[in-house]
């Protein structure tokens, strides 16, 4: 029993034929490490958002707020307070600001009746705001008066008393530093990039006298929390919701966890060309070894015993990738952190977090996991073959690949993935499961595999002797020796199939995702100019401008249209989605605006839906919810309640979205913030005397980009590829593992082809002809690997595009093929391998014929 | 009528780098004439193989010379000396060397391949050399699934497909039972009585090197004895096909 458990033999097996195992150990370390790398990532970065939730909320138990950065009258307060079991109510401005030095760093407002100790205690530990502020009286009544983080101002080399120019929505204003926060609660979360002031001050500065945005609520000790949230809701105006901060949480986390599903599926995809290559590698290493293995059973072993043995040094094998992948990816983590914070908030329009990883159990534990398992069913097959063979004929092939027929059994099996992932596809396409939909993405990977050897023969019976006619006998004989090795040479294709098509999916996805975007926004935009903030809000997206801007814009000489929109979150039937309005003016000037509206939209859909009385929807939002022209949606505003019917599908508009009529938006919510301003010039001549114009007048002042319409859909195309940098992160380390396994492939077939090479030799080929063998072997593995990834990539391509990556994240995208990505990995890949079997091919040419000759 | 030399050496030495002291061939000359059937003797270390090597090109002499059919092989570079052993020498080795993952008839019709002929004509000497060498029926098998008799006819049927003047044997019976030995040897001198191939055999076996018409003896790198004896009578490809 001891000895069935004992490791030693598979040790010296492993020690001895390292060189030759090695690639296995890589293909599961880099698995592992994306596993773990996105494992650390996506933990982190949700415990970022969360943190900032709670710091956000402070020690509320409930939160009233119309909705994102929306208004309303502080009067609402008494109201609030004065519900039984609350036990304190704190009127608050929250917003954004930017330093007025172009660094972009965006910092949160909060406004705070710093008079009520008690309202303070709620988000700071300080006991006192007079702890933090030195006179709380000149504080008071100096309306430029700020608290910043003592990291930020630590950064920027800031004291008490130091001016900071700020960039609010109405303006760049100066502020005067006058405290400074110590790193705890929200300052600690927003690594100081927290900027408190009055109340009052706050709300001349951010909205207006007497508007708020959030009202947080202390209940009294022991007092049920969804009595008083029943009891707050009942009092207030149809648009403002009363929820619990833990709920928020909970939100924050389903947001976040759709788009971390998304990376963990693509770390996972990683893992399974690493099995591949793993399973490829060990199939070679294990045949090679035959003799050995008829030796073993011939001396009495059993056959259980010799495959315990082998999958002992997978396992070892495996342990080796896991640790050098857990410390990798903790490295990949640690580094790649701020990119896939930054995705994050981007894809999901959160505010940026500052996030940390530390090491986590579970996700170490998941990389162990993952590692051994990977491992051991690359290993599980290769180890039953060898653990099969009888020992005569182990001990007469010497390690030569074992002869075998497919039956017509064989066949099934091998045929048997393509029924059943079609069924998937099906299936998946009605019920868009995530999980459903990962499981299909396996399967097509394994019909990739089951593909690559009947391709191989395939190709050998077809083009051989063309080969022959066109490069001569020796490359003929290079296609004939890969045909005669089918399931070495398949394996080697199957890997550079399943790492490729992930890679030509990864680029498949990411360009579908730009180009979705920038194409509809083509397809839409119009104006000559385009006018946003020149400062980023949450999400990378630009922050929001007064909308008494478009007053001062059409006064200027030369402008001869201004609309502009505004995008929020909004309560609806379906819960909390987002609202895009539309100036009217939008929907009836094309100068403007192009509408494609879907096949059975209504024919006066535009008209209708620039008076206010109807909506559209996004393809996006039609997709996700199954809605259409016909069904009516029901919205909450703060100012009453309204049911819109659904007039027709804004084929254009790239986000999951409403659209609607802005005058109807900003009567309903209060909101006279605008996102985008569109302008059409008097005449194309005058454009650049328009963007100038507004440059010198108003750009300086409020900060404005000023952009054209290319250059403002270049900007969002940059913004979609940023969103999805880690992506291509995998993608560069699965196309260099791929390219590594088959040049190592190449080189194990020349180390074990040596004999063979020398009787070519003496049988009158020469060192170019041997040269051209291994060089076209090179050549047809690349070539054939590249149709079967060109197939692969562009069937999950297809599939994710049209149907998981919606499951998922709820984005309709159109399909677009990254024609140059797809040519310029091919050239590439076909380029590597040729360089790949060089040194393999300067070997077997430089061979000594005699030497190869006695080489066993 | 008198016959020439087809296989010069004159002089020849070699050491190899693990025994710098030790000649494994030393100021070795001899000739072999066209049509003979030479055994080459002698115990393990003897050069045999090495001498095979250097007549077929494969290896160099540190001094002295060879000369194939009046070519001096100094003279050749790669590609004339893969030319050489293409058209004019073929080899048998003892464990036959055929290519495990090609089929019989691709075993013998690569270096066909390698020649430029065409399709057709590949397939015709392809067939007829398996025929010569009495394989007939196994040309879609693979090695592994054949006998040792049967692959070493093979490998002498892949040696004999571009029709070489000369054949080199480095103890082809040495992997084989006594009988299927005996075939073997006789389908060589039946190559040599019939199609007049120049034959020389590596052998341990004093029984196989009677089938010769020559025997060289060799000792340290030396040739000791040089013995001619009247060959046993010639075997016909009936009685190779038969056995």
Known sequence: MIRALSFKMAYRHVRAGFGRMALSVVAVALGVALVVAFQLMNAAVLQSFLDSVDAMAGRAQLSVSAGEGLTFSEELVRTVAAVPGVKLAVPLVRSVAFPDDGSGEMLTVQGVDLTNEAAVRVYHDADHASEVIDDMVTFLNAPDAIVVGRELAERRGLKKGSKLPLVTPSGVRDFTIQGLLDAQGLARTLRGRLVVMDLYAAERAFTADAQINQIDVVLADGHDVETAKVEIAKLLPPALKVEEPALRRELVGKTVAGFQMLLSAFSLLAILAGVVICYSRLSAVFEARTWEAGLLRAVGMSRARVFFELLKESLLLGAMGTFIGAGVGSLIARYALPLVADATAIALKLPAVSAETTPTRSAIVLGIVVGLLAALGAALAPALRLARSEPVDALSLRGRETLHRASGYAWLLRLAPLPLTAAMIVWQQHWRTPVIGHFTTLLMMVATCTMATPLLRTAARSVTWLVQVIFGAPSATGIRRLAAQPRRAGLSVAALGVGLGTVFLFGLLGWSFERTLAARLTGQLRSDLVITSALNGEGGRAASLDDRLLAELRGLPGVNAVAALQQRLVRSSYGMVTATAYDSRLFRDQRLFQWRLGQESLPDALARVASGDALMVSSSFAYEHGVGPGNTIELTAPNGNLALPVVAIAVDVPINSLVISRERYRALWNDTMVWEIHIAADSQNSVEQVENTISHQLGARLRLRIQSTGDLIDYYASLAHQAFGILYLSEALIFLLVLVAIGDALASSVVEGTRQFGVMRAVGLTRAGLFGIILSEGAVIGLLGLILAAAAGLALGIFWVEIQFPAILGWKLDLHFPTSFALGAAALTLLLCLVGSLLPALRAARLSVPDALRDE | ?243
């Not at chain 2, 692959?151 to 019976?173: F, H, K, W």
Request: proline letters at 5%; hydrophobic letters at 40%.
């Open chain 2, 1 to 243: 009528m008198s016959r020439r030399a087809i296989i010069e050496l004159q002089q020849v030495s070699k050491r190899y780098a693990v025994s710098r002291d030790t000649p494994v061939l030393d100021n070795l000359s001899t000739e072999v004439m066209e049509g003979e059937f030479v055994s080459l003797m002698g115990p393990s270390g003897s050069g045999k193989t090495t001498l095979l090597n250097l007549i077929a090109g494969l290896d160099i002499p540190d001094s002295g010379w060879v000369k194939i059919d009046g070519t001096d092989l100094r003279t050749l570079r790669d590609r004339q000396l893969s030319k050489l052993r293409l058209h004019t020498i073929g080899f048998v080795f003892q464990s036959f060397n055929l290519l495990p993952a090609f089929r019989v008839e691709e075993n013998v019709s690569w270096p066909l391949d390698l020649c430029g002929h065409k399709r057709a004509e590949v397939r015709r000497r392809t067939a007829e050399a398996l025929q010569r060498v009495g394989i007939v029926g196994c040309e879609r098998r693979y090695p592994a699934e054949l006998s040792g008799g049967e692959q070493q006819r093979v490998a002498i049927a892949r040696a004999i497909a571009t029709g070489p003047s000369i054949l080199l044997a480095d103890e082809p019976t040495g992997n084989l039972d006594s009988h299927t030995g005996e075939t073997i040897l006789d389908l060589l001198r039946n190559l040599n009585d019939s199609e007049g191939v120049t034959i020389v055999m590596v052998t341990h076996n004093v029984f196989a090197a009677t089938y010769g018409h020559r025997t060289l003896e060799m000792h340290d790198g030396k040739i000791v004895r040089d013995v001619r004896a009247p060959a046993p009578p010639p075997v016909s490809a009936v009685d190779i096909g038969s056995r």
